[in-house]
């Protein structure tokens, strides 16, 4: 395992009478791709939020790099240099492929939008990543799911920084938009990426990560790499809740 | 009949001398030569306080308006025999009133039997101030000879004014009054005016209460909203005329907002304060029916009650007896008026003071005539 | 697709609304002499320049996704505030920049409330518009405050370039706007607080810069709105702009922004307004009763809407 780039000890969260998120503890190797797998309910997207900066955390402590901290701010953590693909997106269907790649960091000349510059830096940026999207003025409420997730995976890549956060990146996709969108995460870890990938796709987590952490009823289990570990004794640990809660 | 003749006939002169005063009194035009026709009418001859034989329907409305018609005849002049083609506009406040929608009616009736152009146009709804305006502006450019406006306020239709001044429109104010002060200020003038008066309302209700009390008493009187045009004029011209008065003494004066409630308790309060209490004067006729309540409930029929406008519900309160007389005045005739001022207006004749309609005073004597009194 | 075929494609509702606009002034310069003369547009002209301003302001509001029913009121105040200001004796200035102020700083509390309770505009609109109009009617018990200095007169009603002051000011409303709406982050960012309010938080905007911001200026149009109306009928009143918001709204959907924001049009705004009051004039030069009015105004809104949403149906099916 490389240089840490990102290491998460001890989080909790607490909704009310849920206790979302008891001791998640991990460590993220840059250039690395490192999966977070468990079912429904287990903590994965609580604990995405808390490190996109959305939510923040009970306890624990978060260290990107350098710095260390206990919770984040969505700005903080865009400082940070973490960028995020939500699962929903957070696209603006709305907008046009250029404005929701640029949204909230536009390129301006002086006061005013640089719409040119924008759509050429769009355009060199779908093109970098294969993503295809023949009209670039179109509203995306009208893309498919793989082109919207290229978008999404777009803007994220448009922040400096170089750890990305994906919050189940082929959920709602078909099988074909599903192996595009994985080449495409694996193409951005030889560039130097690292990335941080929710899922509950055991086999697309399987062909895709470095290391694999199982999240079970809020708890990090077990974080090994890829190859010390097979599809069957994953999928015992996450289902072996009901009884592990039986004991507890 | 002789007598209900002579009865109206001296009503009339009573209030067309009211309204002579009056106009002396508000009129801001420089010169006030409205003559003082019914100066010779003694001021004693008060109205009879009662009639023996009720005349035809008919006849009696006929009377009234061949009266109304005499005293208009009076200030306006008569029609001209022959006159030119000419296009009236006429702005009033709102059709979503039905006193207004019912304006418009008599308007076109009017128009139509003078045989002259006549559209009759209105803001979206009452109290739209500002799209009351927009038309009138509009209709400045437009090719009428004259315009007839009714404002929602003092103020709104000012511009317009102006406008149709500066286009050589000829303007007349019907009804609610434009604040001639502002309208000078902005350079601007009225061709005419035709309203009614407000303190003729009061004093003429005033005259007919001391007829009927030919040994005195106390009397008090209901008045509407402070500041209110018409409240505060009814109020001063009743108030006049009742101070003035031998052995009438008025103890109140009562602001109750045109609100029914307000006046039902402060007739219960001025029946225990004065129990000796003779007449109440109500600036509306809503109030005056609340009075009328107040009165049952304590069992009481000997006190006086009047109001003003001349509703349906006073028509059957006064019809029943329960309620003395209401102010009324001819929306029908109110229209005709001002429609031959505007042909007179483009005859090329001039209006130097303000006209002011008369009045009809509906008593227990006479309501039963009126069928047919618009 | 063509690019002229796209420009035109995109903005269908305003060239619509344009179409039936010169077919309007077609037929009513066949049926009028009066209609088709220079007076009469300017006419037209001067009656919607508040209209324009109070809509300019709305469709920024409902671009965000919300709604201002409180602009009425706030138009009123504001104008109030100012005449009661001249009234004690303050310079012409100072009382519209009261007013401006005062009308901004409501705007800005609406959408301050808005964005801290994140209850629905409607309701807080709602609200606030009869808190304001309660004020209005508090501080005047009523009673118009009219005779209003000349020089007030002046800034909202006097002459310029042959028209009233009111039309300049509202073209240069729609010319500030533009760039601002269009060309800069703002519009940008008011838009998406419409389209999808989660996306421009997460991408570290402060919406509520944004939410508060599209609120105060719809505030402070509000109150150029009233100092022209109330300039024009030299009167301050507590019932000034009543309704008005609606006319505003309606003119906003009408010209092709949708309720449900996320995008805006400028330019179907301006030529609903102007649709709008050519329905009027048109009315009053016809002598066509003003009850006819209100019916022609619903069913041309409600042709409007239906063009617009099974164009937008059309195209996600085809």
Known sequence: MGETILSVKGIAKRFGHIQALRDATLEVARGSITALVGDNGSGKSTLIQILSGNLLPDRGEIQVGEACCHGLTIRRAMALGIRTVYQDLALDDCKTSVENIFLGSELTRGPFLDRRAMAREARRLLEEIHVEIPDLTEPVGRLSGGQRQGLAIARALRRPGELLLLDEPTAAMGIQESHSTLRLLAGLRDRGMTLLIISHNLHQVFALADYIYVLRAGRVLTGTATGDTTVDALQEQILRREREEDRL | ?374 | MSPLRKWCARRSVPLLLLAVCLGLMAFLSVRTQSFFSLKNVVNILEANSYRLILACGMMCVIASGAIDLSAGSILSFSAIGAAMAMRAGAPVWLAILLALALGTAMGAVNGLIIHLTRINALIITLGTSFLYRGMSLIATRGIPITKLPQGFRDFGFGDVFGMESGVTMSFLVVLVLIPFFYHMRWGAYVTALGGNPEALKRSGVSTGRYRISVFALMGALAALAGIIITARLNSAEANAGLDMEMDAICAVIMGGTALRGGSGSLLGTVIAVFLLGLIRNGLTILSVSSYYQQFITGALLLCAVAAAELRERGRRTG
Do not use: H
């Open chain 2, 1 to 374: 009949m002789k007598r209900t003749c002579a009865l109206l006939l001296a009503l009339a002169m009573v209030l067309s001398l009211a309204a002579c005063g009056g106009t002396t009194a508000d009129t801001t035009a420089p010169v006030s030569d409205t003559p003082a026709p019914q100066s010779e009418a003694p001021a004693t001859e008060t109205p009879a306080p009662e009639t023996e034989e009720p005349a035809g329907m008919s006849e009696t409305v006929q009377q009234l308006y061949a009266e109304f018609d005499a005293a208009m005849e009076e200030q306006i002049g008569p029609m001209p025999e022959n006159y030119g083609d000419v296009k009236v506009g006429a702005v009033i406040i709102s059709l979503t009133n039905a006193f207004w929608a019912n304006m418009k009616d008599y308007y076109e009736a009017a128009a139509a039997e003078y045989g002259i152009d006549l559209d009759v146009q209105t803001g979206t709804t009452e109290g739209d101030t500002a799209s009351q305006l927009d038309v009138l502006m509009t209709m400045a450019d437009m090719d009428y000879d004259v315009i007839i406006v009714s404002p929602i306020d003092g103020t709104n239709l000012i511009p317009g004014i102006v406008k149709c001044n500066e286009n050589g429109i000829k303007v007349i104010n019907l009804g609610p009054g434009v604040d001639e002060e502002a309208l000078a200020d902005a350079g601007g003038y009225l061709d005419a005016k035709i309203t009614v008066q407000f303190e003729e309302q009061g004093e003429t209700v005033a005259n007919d209460m001391i007829a009927r009390l030919p040994e005195g008493g106390q009397v008090a009187i209901l008045a509407g909203l402070a500041g209110a045009g018409q409240s505060e004029g009814r109020t001063a011209g009743a108030q006049a005329v009742l101070e003035a008065a031998e052995g009438i003494e008025l103890v109140a004066v009562q602001n109750c907002d045109w609100d029914a409630t307000l006046a039902y308790d402060a007739t219960k309060d001025l029946l225990t304060e004065y129990p000796e209490l003779k007449g109440i004067f109500c600036c509306n006729d809503t109030m005056a029916l609340a009075a009328v309540e107040a009165l049952a409930s304590e069992g009481r029929n000997d006190v006086l009650v009047y109001g003003v406008d001349f509703t349906d519900d006073a028509r059957a309160a006064i019809e029943a007896g329960t309620m003395t007389g209401s102010m009324s005045y001819s929306s029908e005739r109110y229209t005709k008026a001002a429609l031959q001022m505007a042909i007179m207006l483009n005859e090329g004749e001039t209006f130097e003071s303000n006209v002011y309609l008369p009045l009809t005073l509906v008593t227990v004597d006479n309501v039963n005539d009126l069928e047919g009194w618009r």
